[in-house]
């Protein structure tokens, strides 16, 4: 959605990426359906440092409030640019892969991962 060149989707790029992060919590945390703030909590309690679970939450709390990614544009919001895209695409998938390391290197398989 980001690479297309001629018809790039960040609204779209922004929504999946935070879903990718939503997916992992909920595969760590052996949680289907879970939301990801449901999920940091558990984090929280497994032992990941209360202020990352705490950016986590908010950076995850911009693409879900009233205004969010995950909610229906209306005529008075602009359109997500390529910097807000790259960055959440970026800082989630450093997060998706923090989560599986860290989750190997503190004895927390992920169910069903590898």
């Known amino acids: 959605m980001l690479a297309d060149r001629e018809n790039p989707d960040y609204r779209n ?6 879903s ?7 595969a ?4 289907a359906g ?3 703030g449901e999920c940091t909590k ?3 309690q497994k032992g990941i440092h209360p202020a990352f679970k705490d950016a986590l939450s908010k950076l995850y709390g911009w693409t879900n409030d009233a205004n969010g990614i995950r909610h229906a544009l209306t005529d008075d ?8 895209a790259k960055f959440k ?9 923090f989560l599986r390391t860290w989750a ?3 004895n927390h398989p992920i169910p069903g991962g590898q």
């Open 42 to 44: 558990i984090l929280g």
């Open 89 to 97: 695409l970026v800082t989630c998938s450093a997060f998706v892969n």
């Open 104 to 106: 190997a290197e503190n």
């Open 34 to 36: 879970a939301t990801l």
């Open 20 to 26: 990718a992060v939503e997916g992992a919590c909920q």
């Open 28 to 31: 760590f945390t052996g949680k």
């Open 77 to 84: 919001e602009a359109e997500p640019s390529l910097a807000y």
């Open 13 to 18: 790029s922004i929504k999946e990426s935070i």
